[in-house]
């Protein structure tokens, strides 16, 4: 892997410098907060019919050479990757996805990161949909804010889920232990989302990311764009406008042979 190249994929959108990053804090929050602006959750293989790979070889290509995406196994991989090359000590741990904010998805439903610093560990996630800004410090119910959003850790037995406030009240995202993982032992689960029926990936077609003011998420046909002060939403009504969304707000160009299953036309 070539960090330079990683390195300045991310700078697209934000202050990363490339080289001379030392495996502090303050280099993980803004190669952190960078990643999530400059490169997208996106599932657009899944919905192409091309099998996803986790070798590093190949996510290297697809995220940086070719200037795309992926879903949290991919992007969360990859990241782990530029973080040991650049000093950082990092694990990989499972989490279960919340549904309803009440019940949780298994074992390796999602792949989030602990990066382990002098002060304690660290939870980064550049792979979640509508992931914090910034890493949170792995301490309970500490408050922890970040860009008008306002996120917690709770600890219950083994188990640290991830809560955001939501006017008075918390709602999970995900819960994980600190057990470390491989990459190989999240490969049943990511093949579990790319091909079942039941798997959110099979059933939507998504692209999101951040800005520097809020998000951009294009749903099947709904184009949402949200900042702090204000938030638009809209449907796609053509294939061009389509294709033309998709260059505009997240860097990526489908092929003309790409089918759009929600065009008759296309």
Same mark, same amino acid.
């Given at each position: 892997?070539?960090?330079?190249?990683?390195?300045?994929?991310?700078? +697209?959108?934000?202050? $990363?410098?490339? #080289?001379?990053?030392?495996?502090? !804090?303050?280099? &993980?929050?803004? @190669?952190?907060?960078?990643?999530?602006?400059?490169?997208?959750?996106?599932?657009?293989?899944?919905?192409?019919?091309?099998?996803?790979?986790?070798?590093?070889?190949?996510?290297?290509?697809?995220?940086?050479?070719?200037?795309?995406?992926?879903?949290?196994?991919?992007?969360?991989?990859?990241?782990?990757?530029?973080?040991?090359?650049?000093?950082?000590?990092?694990?990989?741990?499972?989490?279960?996805? +919340?549904?309803?904010? $009440?019940?949780? #998805?298994?074992?390796?439903?999602? !792949?989030?990161? &602990?990066?382990? @610093?002098?002060?304690?560990?660290?939870?980064?996630?550049?792979?979640?949909?509508?992931?914090?800004?910034?890493?949170?410090?792995?301490?309970?119910?500490?408050?922890?804010?970040?860009?008008?959003?306002?996120?917690?850790?709770?600890?219950?037995?083994?188990?640290?889920?991830?809560?955001?406030?939501?006017?008075?009240?918390?709602?999970?995202?995900?819960?994980?232990?600190?057990?470390?993982?491989?990459?190989?032992?999240?490969?049943?689960?990511?093949?579990?989302?790319?091909?079942?029926?039941?798997?959110?990936?099979?059933?939507?077609?998504?692209?999101?990311?951040?800005?520097?003011?809020?998000?951009?998420?294009?749903?099947?046909?709904?184009?949402?764009?949200?900042?702090?002060?204000?938030?638009?939403?809209?449907?796609?009504?053509?294939?061009?406008?389509?294709?033309?969304?998709?260059?505009?707000?997240?860097?990526?160009?489908?092929?003309?042979?790409?089918?759009?299953?929600?065009?008759?036309?296309?």
């Amino acid at each position: 892997m070539d960090v330079m190249d990683y390195l300045r994929r991310c700078s +697209a959108s934000g202050p $990363v410098v490339p #080289g001379g990053l030392e495996p502090t !804090l303050g280099t &993980l929050k803004v @190669l952190h907060e960078a990643h999530l602006i400059a490169i997208p959750f996106e599932n657009l293989d899944i919905h192409c019919g091309q099998s996803l790979c986790l070798d590093e070889v190949a996510l290297f290509k697809k995220i940086v050479l070719m200037r795309r995406g992926g879903i949290c196994y991919e992007l969360n991989g990859l990241f782990a990757t530029l973080l040991r090359r650049l000093g950082f000590r990092v694990s990989l741990i499972s989490a279960g996805v +919340a549904h309803d904010h $009440v019940h949780f #998805g298994p074992e390796f439903d999602h !792949l989030a990161l &602990l990066v382990h @610093l002098a002060d304690g560990d660290w939870l980064a996630d550049v792979g979640f949909s509508s992931s914090f800004r910034h890493p949170l410090k792995v301490e309970a119910e500490v408050v922890q804010a970040f860009h008008d959003h306002r996120y917690r850790l709770h600890r219950e037995s083994a188990y640290w889920t991830v809560q955001r406030a939501r006017n008075s009240a918390w709602e999970s995202l995900y819960r994980f232990q600190l057990q470390p993982h491989e990459i190989h032992h999240f490969a049943e689960r990511c093949r579990y989302q790319e091909t079942s029926p039941e798997s959110y990936f099979t059933q939507n077609l998504l692209f999101t990311r951040a800005t520097e003011t809020g998000r951009i998420t294009l749903c099947d046909r709904k184009l949402a764009i949200s900042s702090s002060a204000e938030r638009s939403l809209c449907e796609i009504q053509t294939e061009e406008e389509y294709r033309a969304v998709l260059i505009r707000h997240f860097g990526i160009t489908l092929l003309p042979e790409t089918r759009l299953r929600f065009y008759t036309s296309a």
